[in-house]
Nanobody
């Protein structure tokens, strides 16, 4: 198993930015960002693989950027032009369903 620890969440106004980080206890080729909006289920946001291939959900395409520092086993999510609908708990995970994920970091977008 891999241990995952997210950080960087917070309260931000619409249009603002945040950068999330996720540190893994060991190298994992596939790492995903998923989120859980209030009262809803988990949803895939993005992923970056060890070869630096990235993919994004349509709802965040063009606003979010996933990147990795493989030397540090760290995954990042740069989130720009945040919207209220981006509010939720953000997790990094080793699969897109979030079966193995960290404790999460809360992102709240509100004026």
């Amino acid at each position: 198993q891999v241990q995952l620890a997210e950080s960087g969440g917070g309260l931000v106004q619409p249009g603002g930015s945040l950068r999330l980080s996720c540190t893994a206890s060991k190298f994992t080729f596939y790492l995903y960002w998923i989120r859980q909006p209030p009262g809803k289920g988990l949803e895939w946001v993005s992923h970056c693989d060890g070869g630096l291939t990235t993919a994004y959900a349509d709802s965040v395409q063009g606003r979010f950027t996933c990147s990795r520092d493989t030397d540090k086993n760290t995954l990042y999510l740069q989130m720009n032009d945040l919207k209220p609908e981006d509010t939720g708990m953000y997790y990094c995970a080793t699969d897109f369903l979030g079966t193995e994920r960290g404790q999460g970091t809360q992102v709240t977008v509100s004026s």
